[in-house]
Nanobody
């Protein structure tokens, strides 16, 4: 069992930056690849980024490449999402999630086993 708690969301102007964090409980954090998803009002939850168990492989959705960076610290059981050059269309609730598989382009919500409660990111124009 893995419990995930996100933090770092907030209100920011377009062009600004935010850094999201996700703290994981338990001693098996390094056994999970971690992902970030987001869900805007009235829309389905969508994949944002994924990082492999040791942090060596990352994947991003096309619209955030070059602006967002996913990273992890296995010693601290945390995963981060650094978001730069934010746009109003990035506004959503952001969720972190854990998947027991390692390297692979897993981008569907059904492929993740554990989820956090989400943190709101609002980007004003």
């Amino acid at each position: 069992q893995v419990q995930l708690v996100e933090s770092g969301g907030g209100l920011v102007q377009a062009g600004g930056s935010l850094r999201l964090s996700c703290a994981a409980s338990g001693r098996t954090f390094e056994r999970y690849s971690m992902g970030w998803f987001r869900q805007a009002p009235g829309k389905e939850r969508e994949f944002v980024a994924r990082i492999s168990r040791n942090g060596g492989v990352t994947y991003y959705r096309e619209s955030v490449k070059g602006r967002f960076t996913i990273s992890r610290d296995n010693a601290k059981n945390t995963v981060h999402l650094q978001m730069n050059s934010l746009k109003p269309e990035d506004t959503a609730v952001y969720f972190c999630a854990a998947d027991g598989r390692d390297v692979g382009r897993y981008m569907l919500t059904i492929q993740y086993d554990y989820w956090g409660q989400g943190t709101q990111v609002t980007v004003s124009s």
